[in-house]
């Protein structure tokens, strides 16, 4: 069994919808979550950062973590084209030098 | 802030020829950088992790001395492939965590392609 298990899509939705992106994890240990974007043949770029369980808002994203379930989410609202590209989750047990764990990236296509 | 550069962004090399891949933490010292490996429609793959002023640690499988990493500053870590095989060719990646309260960021990578 994976630390981290990410569906791997492709998910495709039409321009405006609102997207849900989920990880689950093993490891009770993960303190620090993380989602990334990455088009392709570019570097991830980190979306979101969260330490703690409950939710984070920044824009038009939502990350949420619950411990207790060990499960994180990533919610895209008012989804746009621009959006398409791969999401990747990724965890940390230290936040300084702790090596990642990714899940396994979920490929989004948002449809105009 | 906490922007990681990473250079060259793409590289064609000849079959036996060394490749040098730079990243340098624009604003923030970066005492580790992981270095990571990335296939088509595949996660990254962590390949090593450096530390400043010491010898970098290969995960299982990795080859250290066909991937040399040299981490010789705060701001600077360096992967040299060496004698470079068509199978090295890949998407190599670079991040560093810049501090608390803050997730890893990320090189934009580099693409190798050994003909």
């Known amino acids: 069994q994976k630390e981290v298990e990410q569906d791997p899509g492709p998910l495709s939705v039409p321009e405006g919808a609102i997207v849900s992106l989920n990880c689950t994890y093993s490891n009770s240990a993960f303190q620090y979550f993380m989602w990334y974007r990455q088009y392709s043949r570019k570097g991830p770029e980190l979306l979101m950062y969260t330490y703690s369980s409950g939710n984070k808002e920044d824009g038009r994203f939502t990350a949420q973590v619950d411990k207790s379930s060990k499960y994180i989410s990533l919610f895209i609202r008012d989804s746009q084209p621009s959006d398409s590209a791969t999401y990747l989750c990724a965890m940390t047990i230290y936040n300084q030098g702790g090596k990642l764990i990714f899940g396994q990236g979920t490929e989004l296509s948002v449809k105009p | 802030g906490a922007v990681v550069s990473q250079h060259p962004s793409w590289v064609i090399c000849k079959s036996g020829t060394s490749v040098k891949i730079e990243c340098r933490s624009l604003?923030?010292?970066?005492?580790?950088m992981f270095w990571y490996r990335q296939f088509p429609k595949q996660s990254l793959m962590l390949m090593a992790t450096?530390?400043?002023?010491?010898?970098?640690?290969?995960e299982q499988g990795v080859e250290k001395d066909k991937f040399l990493i040299n981490h010789a500053s705060l701001t600077l870590s360096t992967l040299t492939v060496t004698s470079a095989h068509p199978e090295d060719s890949s998407f190599y990646i670079c991040s560093a965590p810049p501090g608390t309260g803050y997730g890893y960021t990320f090189g934009s990578g580099t693409r190798l392609t050994v003909v």
């Open positions: 450096s530390n400043e002023g010491s010898k970098a640690t290969y």
């Open positions: 604003d923030f010292q970066a005492t580790t």
